[in-house]
């Protein structure tokens, strides 16, 4: 029987460790969450503690549980607890979690404080140790099957479902051992193998149902890893501007089909490997390069305007250019926006044009011609006007009109300007200053 008992706890061992390795496993590739790295090390301790059972058995057959094989086990009850906590801080507030916490220990220590002060043989104590230890991981388990189960999103897929039910068993496997250990003083053969068998095959149950959950995550990442993906592609083709990825050397990496049509081609796949500054008119060309590398260089961003081609025809843009980071933070290239100008800075020319064509007819007009507005300011006017009251176009723009009006004639100027808004013409007559010395004129 004593063979049997061994054997069952060497392959204890084994599931213990093959579901390290398995939460292991999933925390690093999968889950970067701190549940699984906590309920990982649980298994490593009660893994730890079964081999030193195995290889220093205790002095005597009524202790049941050597010391240093209790103080190893009772540390995978804590490990369990920090992983339900994890799953979800059952409170908002981190103090709040550490006085948790901390009450959590305390509790624990003070349980075995009380139970090496019973004054009763060795084998009672060792019974009752081994008691609180399976009630501690029957509630540990409880614990985390049940947070487990309300607070992660795949605790009902398959995998999660799994893992939930193995990891309850658990628990009330714990709690039969617990039990079994007070009532049955020695524990009877037969139990012992019924325990050493469901031992193994425990962990065996959690670490299937995390091998499928792991493959679940897996599923479920790439797919919103896909929609992402499919999202970012949708909102930068949906871009009225260009958007250009190159990498350090200025390579087209990724454009969005704005980018190709600016530039004359049917698709973005056309544009995905070319030169990004061959884009760029001959005359802007060292520049734009100079001020894109400067961005990857100091990973500031820049805009400047410049002549883009399309085949060989020229147009205005406006570049946005940004630094393009990894994930590890390092600057992997440059993003791009490409904004077309070219009608704006068309019209800006007709604007241009045509004011130098009014201001020629208007300096054309023979007599004095001055515009103002609703209240008296002066807002274009001829050079004789400018020639008559001698100030610079600064003095004009500051001076307003009805102050170069004699005062005796002002009232009857300004009613004639109220005129013009409300009936839409008026004259008068009025004496004006002019110049520097303020002569007195008629007009």
Request: glycine share 8%; charged share 20%.
């Amino acid at each position: 029987m004593a063979d049997i008992v061994a054997t069952l706890l060497w392959v204890q061992v084994g599931s213990a460790a093959w579901l390290f390795f398995i939460l292991l496993l999933v925390y690093l590739r999968v889950y970067r969450e701190p549940s699984l790295r906590f309920w990982s090390l649980s298994f490593a301790m009660l893994a730890l503690s079964l081999v030193w059972q195995l290889i220093a058995p205790p002095p005597s057959a009524g202790e049941l549980l050597s010391w240093p094989s209790y103080a190893l086990g009772m540390g995978q009850y804590p490990l369990i607890v920090l992983a339900a906590i994890n799953l979800k801080p059952p409170v908002p507030s981190r103090r709040r979690q550490t006085l948790l916490l901390a009450g959590l220990a305390a509790g624990a220590l003070l349980l075995c404080l009380a139970t090496c002060w019973i004054p009763t043989g060795r084998p009672n104590v060792a019974r009752i140790l081994r008691f609180e230890r399976q009630m501690e991981g029957a509630a540990a388990a409880a614990w985390f099957s049940i947070a487990f189960w309300r607070k992660h999103y795949l605790a009902r897929t398959a995998g999660g479902r799994t893992t939930v039910l193995f990891t309850a068993l658990y628990a009330l496997r714990h709690a039969a051992l617990g039990f079994a250990t007070l009532a049955l003083p020695p524990l009877r053969g037969g139990f012992l193998v019924a325990g050493g068998v469901s031992g193994a095959v425990m962990p065996m149950g959690i670490a299937a149902g995390l091998a499928v959950l792991a493959s679940e995550a897996l599923g479920a990442t790439t797919r919103k890893l896909r929609d992402s993906e499919e999202r970012y592609r949708t909102l930068v083709d949906a871009s009225p501007d260009g958007i250009v990825a190159t990498d350090p050397l200025g390579t087209i990496l990724m454009c969005n089909r704005r980018a190709a049509e600016l530039h004359g081609c049917a698709d973005a796949a056309g544009l995905i490997g070319t030169p990004a500054p061959m884009l760029i008119a001959p005359a802007d060309r060292s520049r734009v390069r100079a001020a894109i590398f400067s961005t990857v260089a100091e990973g500031t961003p820049i805009s400047l305007e410049c002549q883009i081609l399309r085949g060989e025809l020229e147009r205005s843009a406006e570049l946005t250019a940004a630094p393009m980071r990894s994930s590890g933070g390092a600057i992997a290239g440059s993003v791009t926006i490409v904004h077309d100008i070219t009608e704006r800075k068309e019209a800006d020319r007709a604007l241009r044009r045509e004011r130098e064509f009014s201001t020629q007819v208007i300096d054309a007009i023979p007599g004095i011609f001055f515009v103002l507005d609703r209240l008296g300011k002066y807002v274009r006017w001829n050079g004789n006007f400018e020639n008559l009251i001698d100030l610079p176009a600064e003095g004009i723009l500051r001076s307003v009109a009805i102050d170069r009006i004699h005062p005796e004639d002002r009232q009857r100027v300004l009613g004639a300007m109220e005129a013009v808004f409300a009936e839409g013409s008026a004259e008068a007559e009025a004496r004006g200053f002019v110049g520097q010395t303020q002569n007195v004129r008629h007009f």
